[in-house]
């Protein structure tokens, strides 16, 4: 298993995003990026289908909203999805130790934040990521359908991403379910407006599927995953000169 790397945002990448820097800043700051993408990409190669579980970390496991997605991540998982989340507390541990408890696999994108997160303790594998955007590419990278849980502003962020990935037709539509019609209420309605005021194609609300229940999102993903995809498990074989490993 991975051990934690102490990663600090330097001075040069705090300041990246305030405007230009030096032609060598930039440059070394490509580096950096060209190989977290590098590391992922080895680390995560033979990790499966995945579904990616959105959630706050901020819900502990006396709450409704962890109990949900503790469900959720083990009805997943008995699919022979792997389950992948953000690697954090809250529900990202909650879907996690689903798939984790009823022998599923289970693996974590850890952001690398100034209030260290720390891994939580139902994955299999996790890698370190020292970039909000390197982490994005990753989660969406090896997933075939998004599961958007009660969150704050990242899984706000997540949720807009892989939609505007799959509208402008970046990536398959793959299926995006929002659980928890109570909490995300004003949240679809806010999208239905926009439907309504034409800044998104009325086509566009078909890309989301809003429900109550683990039942029905299983079977949507079973329809929208499994069988537009005609998913299968494959048997891949490391390549030694990589220093590849399985799982």
């Not at 300041?15 to 590098?38: A, D, H, S």
């Not at 260290?116 to 303790?121: D, I, R």
């Amino acid at each position: 298993m991975e051990k934690p790397r102490q990663y600090r945002l330097s001075k040069s990448e705090s300041l990246f995003v305030r405007g230009p820097l030096t032609r060598l800043k930039n440059l070394l700051f490509i580096f950096k990026v060209l190989y977290n993408f590098i590391r992922a990409f080895q680390k995560m190669h033979f990790i499966g289908p995945c579904v990616t579980v959105f959630g706050s970390a901020r819900f502990g496991p006396e709450t409704a909203h962890y109990k949900s997605a503790e469900r959720i991540g083990a009805e997943i998982a008995k699919l022979g999805f792997t389950i992948m989340t953000g690697g954090g507390p809250g529900i990202m541990e909650a879907a996690n130790k689903g798939a984790y408890n009823v022998g599923g696999y289970s693996v974590g994108t850890n952001i690398v934040l100034s209030v260290e997160q720390k891994p939580n303790p139902y994955l299999h594998k996790w890698i370190y990521i020292p970039y909000f955007f390197v982490r994005k590419v990753i989660l969406i990278k090896y997933s075939y359908a998004f599961v958007v849980m009660p969150g704050g502003m990242g899984t706000l962020d997540e949720l807009f991403e892989a939609l505007t990935l799959i509208q402008n037709k970046i990536i398959n539509n793959f299926p995006i379910v929002i659980f928890d019609t109570v909490y995300h209420k004003e949240l679809c309605h806010h999208i239905q407006m926009m439907s309504d005021n034409e800044s998104i194609s009325s086509e566009d609300m078909k890309l989301l599927f809003v429900t109550d229940s683990v039942e029905d999102l299983i079977e949507h993903i079973k329809k929208h995953a499994i069988k537009k995809f005609g998913l299968k498990k494959q048997a891949y074989k490391p390549k030694w000169w990589l220093v590849e490993k399985k799982k």
